[in-house]
């Protein structure tokens, strides 16, 4: 199956072409027919599956006819990144469809959004927080509205959006399209998805366990020794660019910063950078500019980075769900990628679960000639204000490294990462 299958309207086929895609992701080709179609649809996908395109191309194709110029399509998501992402992609996909699009979300001024707002747009992409701020200084009318969309709602529920999604129903018609897309059903989505949904068809791909593109490893270590052993196996792993997770945005602030004075190209994406500084960050990793990324679960929801080679969870999710999502950001469409999580002795219960999700135990590593048995007192990361120490020119982040060994739990000698796979060249995916 190809894009030509769906006979979507000329000018969104126009924008699908100029952007190169011609095969459609499993998500695609299984979510677009029935909502073209005008169905209720609710989608189980991971991130990097290609969900965006799967609502985006069909709400671009149905809004391409009737009057242009008012709300008809809203899509609801639980960051500002993603929110972003999705707005870029509606510009890419349709620029011959004289669609107007606007993001909505808090951390930058309410005048240019309300502006964009009385100019006229067909499509909003909202984070529920400056949404319901907009509804109630009568900037958004949503009394038009054809078709409305949930993504991540599993991380809306994370975050407490529940109760404002209820609220943003109150203001839209009854009589719609909804699409509802999570990377996982908890409970409370699942009700959700039965108040809003009518009819729904159910669309599952590659929900249940991670991408069969990801490695994983399991690096044992004492709390106190966790900055040694990342910036030690950093050193000896060949990255392309990293995303580390941390549990709070603090740890990350200062992980960045331990980072960079040891060497590291690296910046924080935590919740509390203002909006220019958490869109510099991104565009920096984006473009090669930082080669680590240190975030939050939150704020890192949304990436779209295609080079991602390494995901590190400094702290161990608290959920296995959580673990899919950030190592989702690996082994994208046909790379491979690897992900490490450093794990103490009070982590084992998590560690179990996150295997039985897994269906395999994970690998328990060491890296050679580390001192596993330093005192608190001795480390460095004891104490943020002594992070003194810069590796040498050799030992920095440069993509080809000569690679060390590590001791796995198995006792052999193998390379601590090996590195991300380069296959050929192959036809581009929709995002």
Known sequence: MNFENFNLRPEVAAGVKAAGYTLPTPIQARAIPPILKGNDVMGLAQTGTG???AFVLPILNRLMTGKKGAIRALIVAPTRELAAQIDAAIVELGPQTGLRSVSLFGGVGLNPQIEKLRRGVDIVVACPGRLLDLINRDSVNLSRLEVLVLDEADQMFDMGFLPDIRRILKHVPARRQTLLFSATMPREVLHLAREVLTHPLSIKVGNSVPAATVSHALYP?????KTPLLLEL???????SVLVFTRTKHRAKRLAEQMARAGYQAASLQGNLSQTRREAAMGGFRDGTFRVLVATDIAARGIDVQQVSHVINYDIPNTS????HRIGRTGRATRTGEAFTLVTSEETDMVRTIERVLGNPIERRQVAGFDYTAAERDTPSASPADQKARPSSSALPRGNRPRSNVTTSRGKQGASSRGPARPAP???AAR
Do not use: F
Request: aromatic content about 4%.
């Open 321 to 324: 769900e959580a673990y899919i």
């Open 426 to 428: 192959r036809v581009q």
């Open 234 to 240: 950093m050193k000896h792993t060949d990255t392309e």
């Open 221 to 225: 270590v004492a709390s106190h020794l």
């Open 51 to 53: 969900k965006t395109a």
